[in-house]
């Protein structure tokens, strides 16, 4: 069975960190594009940060910038988020997914997610103090 699950989630203090894992079973990562999604209540699915399976190439979105680093392991078959200096607005469910799209730019790879062939269930990051 091909799937991708989530762990790491949790509550945290602002400011605080967290790494989220995204492992994979059934298929392998190295040969798929691998992106952080999150959303929160009433709002819609966005992009974290994206990572390539050409480059390595990193996207990441401006309100996370210079706070997360996405990474993957190969050999574990896993990707991380790692997540530093979390704020009360980085509340939601964070999703990985996996695409065998060779993306033009980094940046579509955080934003066509319909690319994507394959969905974690979600882990809940709640920022609060």
């Known amino acids: 069975q091909l799937q991708l699950v989530e762990s790491g989630g949790g509550l945290v203090q602002p400011g605080g960190s967290l790494r989220l894992s995204c492992a994979a079973s059934?298929?392998?990562?190295?040969?798929?594009?691998i992106g952080w999604f999150r959303q929160a209540p009433g709002k819609e699915r966005e992009g974290v940060s994206c990572?390539?399976?050409?480059?390595?190439?990193?996207y990441y979105a401006d309100s996370v910038k210079g706070r997360f680093t996405i990474s993957r392991d190969n050999a574990k078959n896993t990707v991380y988020l790692q997540m530093n200096s979390l704020k009360p607005e980085d509340t939601a469910v964070y999703y990985c997914?996996?695409?065998?799209?060779?993306?033009?730019?980094?940046?579509?790879?955080?934003?066509?997610?319909?690319?994507?062939?394959?969905w974690g269930q979600g882990t809940q990051v709640t920022v609060s103090s």
């Open positions: 997914a996996a695409s065998s799209i060779l993306f033009t730019t980094v940046q579509a790879m955080c934003v066509r997610t319909y690319e994507y062939d394959y």
């Open positions: 059934g298929f392998t990562l190295d040969y798929y594009a």
């Open positions: 990572i390539s399976s050409s480059d390595g190439s990193t």
